[in-house]
């Protein structure tokens, strides 16, 4: 509900959508209609994902738009065509240019030219491991490697499980992203998290390692 006051709108609140249990499914069903009104499409596999695909004179132009909650990357072949994009979105919502990518969901994005794009997770890395110095080592795993569940002791210690947990989470995160390399041996011992012991602090100490050695 609006009402004029002091010369200006002011808008009264009914209910608070982010307070809501509905919330995000009203907030992408907002964002799916204005997105659609523009001509983008959304991805069957990735309902987060749009495309619009459009031909100006003779020259095919791409838009890609992500959505990450309230937040939207936007990239494509035309800057012409997302300036568009862009002007036509703060029409319809409130919203800010934060300008070239740099950092997303704990990415880091450089720019190396034009058509360059270099993608890495150091800050990342570092936020969550807190290493600073290791030795340099260049398999995930150790070659002598010969864990079992068996070896598992009867009483865990729960903060050292815990610590553990986080740490698998933490390399499961950065392989899905950018580092495939980690992707067997992080996916391999996240079958130990119910059981901690000296082997095994070894093999994730081997990730780590290979994480800031190279």
Same mark, same amino acid.
């Given at each position: 509900?609006?009402?004029?006051?002091?010369?200006?709108?002011?808008?009264? +609140? &009914?209910? /608070?959508?982010?307070?809501? &249990?509905?919330?995000?499914?009203?907030?992408? &069903?907002?964002?799916?209609?204005?997105?659609?009104?523009?001509?983008?499409?959304?991805?069957?596999?990735?309902?987060?994902?749009?495309?619009?695909?459009? /031909?100006?004179? #003779?020259?095919?132009?791409?838009?890609?738009?992500?959505?990450?909650?309230?937040?939207?990357?936007? !990239?494509? /072949?035309?800057? %012409?065509?997302?300036?568009?994009?862009?002007?036509?979105?703060?029409?319809?919502?409130?919203?800010?240019?934060?300008?070239?990518? %740099?950092?997303?969901?704990?990415?880091?994005?450089?720019?190396?030219? %034009?058509?360059?794009?270099?993608?890495?997770?150091? #800050?990342?890395?570092?936020?969550?491991?807190?290493? !600073?110095?290791?030795?340099?080592? &260049?398999?995930?795993?150790?070659?002598?490697?010969?864990?079992?569940?068996?070896?598992?002791?009867?009483?865990?210690?729960?903060?050292?499980?815990?610590?553990?947990?986080? $740490? $698998?989470?933490?390399?499961?995160? +950065?392989?899905?992203?950018?580092?495939?390399?980690?992707?067997?041996?992080?996916?391999? +011992?996240?079958?130990?998290?119910?059981?901690?012991?000296?082997?095994?602090?070894?093999?994730?100490?081997?990730?780590? /390692?290979?994480?800031?050695? $190279?």
């Amino acid at each position: 509900m609006f009402y004029d006051y002091k010369g200006g709108t002011i808008a009264r +609140l &009914k209910r /608070n959508l982010y307070g809501s &249990k509905s919330a995000p499914k009203l907030r992408y &069903k907002c964002l799916y209609e204005v997105l659609v009104e523009l001509g983008f499409k959304s991805v069957a596999v990735h309902p987060c994902l749009f495309i619009s695909i459009t /031909n100006m004179a #003779g020259k095919i132009v791409i838009v890609v738009i992500s959505i990450f909650v309230d937040d939207l990357l936007v !990239t494509g /072949n035309s800057v %012409e065509e997302i300036a568009g994009i862009q002007e036509k979105m703060k029409s319809k919502f409130v919203s800010t240019d934060q300008g070239e990518l %740099e950092y997303y969901l704990g990415v880091e994005v450089s720019t190396v030219d %034009e058509n360059t794009l270099l993608l890495h997770q150091t #800050g990342y890395a570092k936020k969550m491991f807190q290493m !600073t110095e290791c030795k340099e080592v &260049k398999t995930p795993l150790p070659r002598d490697v010969n864990l079992s569940l068996m070896d598992s002791p009867d009483e865990v210690d729960p903060i050292l499980q815990s610590e553990y947990r986080a $740490i $698998i989470g933490s390399l499961m995160y +950065l392989y899905q992203w950018i580092r495939a390399d980690l992707g067997f041996a992080a996916t391999f +011992l996240t079958t130990f998290c119910q059981g901690i012991f000296t082997d095994l602090v070894r093999s994730i100490s081997k990730q780590l /390692n290979i994480l800031f050695g $190279i």
